[in-house]
């Protein structure tokens, strides 16, 4: 298990209505992998329909998956573009989280028992990849309370003068506050990914 800290870093979030996108240009970034080119619109709404176009055919759903905080398309099964590929959805804004002072980012595989019959010691393969954030901020508002059922984008910043960030989209699974005598009020929020997490240096 990898475990990823990083203190006196940023967080930023990105809920509600998104805005639409139309025949949104990409760039190739090489084997099969397409990222919208504009940075403004790559958090991509998953709760909204979105298409894929390799020039004027639809990419069957089947044959790409989609990084939903980061914008990128990543074509599968075998699939190849023939003409260009465009994106047609919907975008989220982000907007940084206040008063926030620490986060953890924690990263999983998802492991099957792969042994057989006969064998002596334990084999295992790895299905899936899991991750999970807690945020930790002083208290503000009971925002987190009274949003529980939303998607959030997370953009974890590792350096808060850089670029270097760690983006994925999740659900919040709690959200506690801590309260002492003489002390501040604290919040921890929790959140499971929903889709591929990407290290963006850019």
């Known amino acids: 298990m990898a475990v990823l800290v990083g203190k006196n870093a940023d967080i930023y979030l990105a809920t509600g209505t ?4 139309t025949g949104e240009a990409v760039t190739d970034l090489t084997g099969g992998i397409y990222q919208i080119t504009d940075a403004a619109k790559r ?9 894929v176009l390799d020039g004027v055919a639809t ?3 089947a044959n790409y998956q989609i990084s939903w905080a980061s914008g990128k398309i990543r074509l599968t099964n075998g699939y190849s ?5 465009t994106v047609t959805g919907q975008y989220l804004t982000l907007a940084q ?3 926030g ?4 980012l924690d990263v999983t595989p998802v492991l099957e028992d792969t042994q057989t019959f006969g064998d002596s010691w334990k084999e295992r393969t790895v299905v899936q990849r899991d991750a999970s954030v807690t945020f930790a901020q ?5 925002y987190f309370h009274t949003n529980l059922n939303s998607y959030y984008v997370l953009a974890l910043y590792i350096n808060v003068a850089g670029a270097d960030r760690y983006l994925l989209g999740a659900q919040m699974t ?3 506050i801590t309260a002492g005598e003489n002390e501040t009020i604290k919040q921890n929020v929790s959140f499971a990914i929903h889709g591929g997490l990407d290290l963006a240096t850019s």
């Not at 002072?101 to 953890?104: D, G, I, Y």
């Not at 002083?138 to 009971?142: Q, T």
């Open 138 to 142: 002083f208290y503000n508002d009971g």
């Open 18 to 21: 998104g805005t639409s996108m």
């Open 174 to 176: 709690t959200a506690g």
């Open 59 to 61: 990419v069957p759903p």
């Open 81 to 85: 573009a023939i003409g260009t590929i």
């Open 101 to 104: 002072f620490e986060w953890s």
């Open 43 to 51: 958090a991509i709404n998953p709760n909204a329909a979105i298409t």
């Open 97 to 99: 989280a206040a008063q």
